[in-house]
């Protein structure tokens, strides 16, 4: 089984997985024993995803492997591909894999025998930052159903806002999206962030994703800021149960400010520990054992 994007997840099974990342954050125990090892393959710079599953599956009494992609093979030429069929050769037992090529596992999934995991892949998907925002949002409201978010920065280069507009909508919320029109996605349902600013449930800030751009932006971080940022006077304009959200890493002073970061409506960190019980979740779903 892979986890690949959330497409291939049904609304029950999404929700199953939350229930089961629930039942880790309340304590349950799940020990492999040393008897299952994780290789973290990371391809593209990461802190939250590449630590937290490695979190995750020490937790379950895992042993990982975690590839240094700058001192590896790949500096001779060795192939994504190649790359990942030694591992599967070492006998571990999960990959987790980041990748800057969009659907990089479409050339992998045919000869590539035991689970992958994608930590992300290009601009397309983040299904266990998906996964982590949902429990996130679950545990504040309750449901989804009714709820309003709005996503804000660069949608475009964005995998996580491809992958939260599509599952956010599938379990009724209403998506929004913001930010400099440069990083606008036809179709992502674009407002201007103050027009919508006290009308949502969930404020969702994003990182330009400057390492995607073939150009320098438009605006200054000042002026970004000014017209795209989470300032504390918009924080005021927020409803009262809203909740701010970010997969990080931010920008402290760009897309949000300083002192909103930890502030009582952020929601930022416990994002952050949600996705150790996400990857767990996750983690335990692949190997598929009843320990
Ligand atoms: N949110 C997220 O994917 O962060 P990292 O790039 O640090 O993994």
Redesign the pocket.
Known sequence: MNVLKLEDFTTQEINEILDLAEEFKNGKKVDYQGKKIIANL?F?????????FDTAALRLGCRTQNFDAGNSSLKKGETLYDTVKTFEMFGVDALVI?HTENEYYKQLVNNIHIPILN??DGTGN?P??SLLDLLTIRQEFGKFQGLKAVIVGDIRHS??AHTNFKIMQRLGMTVYTSGPLEYKEEGYNYVEFDDIIDKVDVVMLLRVQHERHEEEMKETKQQYHQQFGLSSSRVKGMKDQAIIMH???FNRNVEIADDVVECNKSRIFK??QN?VYIRMALLHMVLGENV
């Open positions: 990371f593209e710079p990461s802190t939250r995803t590449h630590y937290s980041r930590a992300g983040h266990s930052q995998r996580v997969p990080a890493p994002q952050v996705g």
